[in-house]
């Protein structure tokens, strides 16, 4: 039996009180688990059976697991959050941020070994947002172009020194570099776009209320992000959250 820490990612309820799991775990990287009759008498609930509350979208959870059995799906048991969210959830524009979070995060992350910086990197995150009582607005944004340094697609913004300036480059979205020259296909950003990128490399969590952005900028920003990442991950597609996450901040 092992105790791990996870990173809800999504829930599918089967059966009459089971669940189907998927989370990013501290020690094994993308799992599924099987929680069905997993909760115990002193966490709520009735007895045997799962508190949903506990496995919303983004929930960070630890438990009791046999990754070596003969199931083929391992069973999580003894199920409880180490850290409780105050408004990630309750709140309606945090949880529209953590809904499309939790949609990317789902889209991008592979059945692949421990991270412990990548989990460190989105529980850190995450936390930060829960206690935000403002100035998050741009949280999203900076959350997925801080990621692309996590898992290896951070754009490139190195100038050859042909091209001193960035106010007259392209920027090629499926390359991830700066052109002096308009790439021959439609994944680019022109140079008014372009020169935007280093900047928002910049943002963090404690300076981006400074970046002034309308909804129609946002917007864009969020566009150009899905698309740099379809170019770069197989399999990775537009969230569906995506346009709740817009009218949210319109």
């Not at 809800?8 to 775990?25: C, H, I, P, Q, S």
């Not at 995450?126 to 999203?140: M, Q, S």
């Not at 340094?149 to 979205?173: A, M």
Request: glycine share 6%.
């Amino acid at each position: 039996m092992e105790r791990l820490k996870g990173i809800v990612l999504r829930t599918a309820k089967y059966g009459e009180n089971g669940y189907v799991v998927d989370m990013f775990t501290d020690h094994r990287g993308r799992m599924s688990f099987d929680a069905k009759r997993s909760v115990s008498h002193r966490l709520g609930g009735a007895p045997g059976r799962v508190n949903p509350s506990m496995l919303l979208p983004l929930s960070l959870i630890e438990f009791d697991c046999n990754i070596h059995g003969q199931m083929p799906l391992p069973s999580a048991k003894a199920i409880q959050p180490y850290h409780s969210f105050r408004s990630l959830h309750f709140n309606p524009l945090k949880a529209s941020i953590a809904m499309f979070i939790a949609e990317c995060l789902s889209n991008l992350l592979r059945e692949e070994g421990e991270n412990l910086l990548l989990y460190q990197y989105i529980e850190d995150s995450l936390k930060w947002l829960d206690y935000a009582e403002n100035g998050y607005a741009n949280f999203h944004i900076v959350f997925m172009m801080r990621l692309t340094r996590f898992v290896g697609v951070y754009p490139n913004t190195e100038v050859t020194s042909k091209h001193r300036v960035y106010h007259s480059l392209y920027y090629d979205l499926m390359n991830s570099e700066y052109k002096g020259v308009q790439p021959d296909h439609p994944h680019y950003l022109p140079p008014n776009e372009a020169r935007a990128i280093p900047y928002l490399l910049n943002m963090d969590y404690e300076n981006m209320h400074l970046y002034r952005m309308n909804r129609l900028q946002r917007h864009r920003c969020l566009e150009v992000i899905v698309e740099y990442y379809m170019l770069h991950f197989t399999g990775f597609r537009e969230p569906k959250s995506l346009q709740v996450l817009q009218d949210v901040f319109g």
